[in-house]
């Protein structure tokens, strides 16, 4: 019997130092998790809403960790010179949304990459579904063309790496 109260408070003080693990280490805050965050800057331009990430949390898709390396705030000059581009950019991409393309909301990081000024653009439908968006990226693995992801250099003034999450 003795043994069985040793397992019992054995498996007591586990729990109690999970716990407190826990409480050291709260979940990672998610696009979907809600509770507070601190949101970036954020702006409408034509009616779609769109939020600019801070260097330090900026995100971009599609390189080799390491590759980006220097990070930088867009203006909303810089956010209204994309956007007059954007829709030609989702057109042949994205055929099917584009008389929808201002319901998307969007998440802008500006990057380097080989010396070119550039912004990585997310686009999404129902943003409501994602209640800290304006705070950390919404990162999905498919989806089909709730979801279409862009490059935009300054430089070249053209889009690249128009990216829709599939077909579904």
């Known amino acids: 019997m003795l043994s069985g109260q040793k397992l019992i408070g054995s498996l007591v003080i586990s729990a109690l130092v ?3 693990g826990c409480a050291r280490h709260p979940a990672q805050l998610t696009a979907w998790s809600g ?14 809403q769109i939020v600019t990430f801070r260097p330090g949390v900026a995100w971009v898709d599609g390189y080799k960790v390491g590759t980006v390396k220097d990070y930088w705030l867009p ?10 581009r954007l829709r030609g950019c989702v057109a042949t991409a994205l055929p099917n949304r584009l008389a929808e393309v201002q319901d998307y909301a969007r998440q802008y990081s ?12 997310q686009l ?7 209640p800290n968006w304006r705070c950390v990226p919404v990162v999905v693995d498919d989806g089909g063309d709730n979801y279409l992801r862009l490059e935009y ?16």
């Open 18 to 20: 999970s716990l407190q």
């Open 35 to 48: 509770g507070p965050c601190e949101p970036h800057p954020s702006m409408v331009v034509d009616g779609a």
């Open 153 to 168: 250099d300054f430089e070249s003034d053209s889009c690249e790496n128009v990216y829709v999450n599939g077909g579904a």
């Open 110 to 121: 500006g990057f380097y990459l080989d010396g070119h000024k550039r912004v990585f653009v």
């Open 75 to 84: 203006s909303g000059d810089d956010v209204r010179r994309v956007e007059a």
């Open 124 to 130: 999404f439908r129902h943003a409501e579904a994602y």
